[in-house]
C-alpha cells in the first residue's frame, strides 16, 4: 500500500502542496474527492454521519478514521473516550497532530485487547468489508471487539441505481457475484493505488450477514439510497 489517502492528508495538514484525490471504481469513471472534506467539522458532515455521532456512548472506537473528523468530534464535543484506527499510518500521525489522545494505526483484524460501547463505521463502513465471501470474519470480528450492551454504527448505499434499465423496466446487473462488490482505486499526485475491493450493500443483505453472525440490526436512518443501521449483540 501506497498510502496515498494518508499522503493527502498529510499534505493537506502541514499545507505541502496538496491535490485533491481521484477516485475510481469497476463501475464508474473518475471522481474528485476533495481533500479539505476529510477535514470537515460536525455541520458540514451529512445527517446520516450528524446521527451516528449523536448516537455514539461510552468507550469508542472509530474504524477507518482517515483525518479523525469524527473521532475528534466525540473526543472534544461528547467528552467521550475514543480511539481512531486505521490502517493508514500517515492517517493517523494526523489525527495525533490535530489532538486525539488515542489513535492507532493497524488493520481492524489484528487489533484486540479491548473491547467498546460503540464502534463507528462511516463514509461507507460496509466497504470494508470487501465481499460477501469474507464479511462474516470481519463481523466475526467485530463482535468481538463489542461489549455486551454495545452498538455498532455503520451505514452503506445501495447501489442498484447505478445500473442501467432493460427495455421492461427491470435492472441490468453482471451475473457474476454480488452487484455491491466493487474495486475501488485512488490516485493522487500521478500515482495509483493497486485496486482494492469495496463492498456496498443493500440493508437486507447487510440485516441476513448481521444476524447469521450473532446481531440484531435495525435500520436507524435511510437517506435515499443510504441507511445508518445499529448492530447489537442478540
Not at 505541502?16 to 469497476?26: A, H, V
Not at 493497486?194 to 443483505?205: A, E, S, V
Not at 440484531?216 to 435511510?222: A, C, G, P, R, S
Request: hydrophobic content about 35%; proline content about 3%.
Amino acid at each position: 500500500m501506497k498510502d496515498l489517502m494518508g499522503k493527502a492528508i498529510w499534505d493537506f495538514y502541514h499545507n505541502e502542496n496538496p491535490e485533491d484525490l481521484q477516485t475510481e471504481t469497476s463501475i464508474s469513471e473518475l471522481d474528485e474527492l476533495p481533500v479539505k472534506y476529510l477535514f470537515r467539522d460536525f455541520d458540514g458532515m451529512n445527517t446520516i454521519e450528524q446521527k451516528a455521532l449523536q448516537l455514539a456512548k461510552g468507550k469508542t472506537l472509530d474504524i477507518g478514521a482517515g483525518a479523525g473528523s469524527h473521532a475528534l468530534y466525540l473526543q472534544n464535543e461528547k467528552n467521550l473516550d475514543v480511539k481512531a484506527l486505521d490502517i493508514s499510518p500517515k492517517s493517523i500521525e494526523v489525527c495525533r497532530l490535530r489532538g486525539i489522545k488515542k489513535a492507532v494505526a493497524e488493520n481492524m483484524l489484528h487489533f484486540s485487547g479491548e473491547t467498546f460501547d460503540t464502534i463507528l463505521l462511516l463514509m461507507n463502513g460496509t466497504g470494508i468489508f470487501q465481499s460477501l465471501h469474507v464479511i462474516d470474519i470481519y463481523l466475526k470480528k467485530l463482535y468481538s471487539l463489542l461489549n455486551p450492551n454495545g452498538q455498532i454504527l455503520i451505514d452503506s448505499t445501495d447501489i442498484l441505481y447505478m445500473f442501467d434499465e432493460d427495455e421492461d423496466g427491470g435492472v441490468y446487473i453482471p451475473a457474476e457475484g454480488y452487484y455491491g462488490e466493487l474495486d475501488y482505486i485512488v490516485h493522487y499526485k500521478g500515482e495509483s493505488e493497486d485496486p482494492i475491493k469495496w463492498l456496498y450493500l443493500d440493508f437486507n443483505t447487510l440485516k441476513n450477514a448481521a444476524e447469521n453472525n450473532g446481531f440484531k440490526i435495525e435500520k436507524v436512518l435511510q437517506e435515499e439510497d443510504s441507511y445508518l443501521a445499529r448492530l447489537t449483540k442478540k
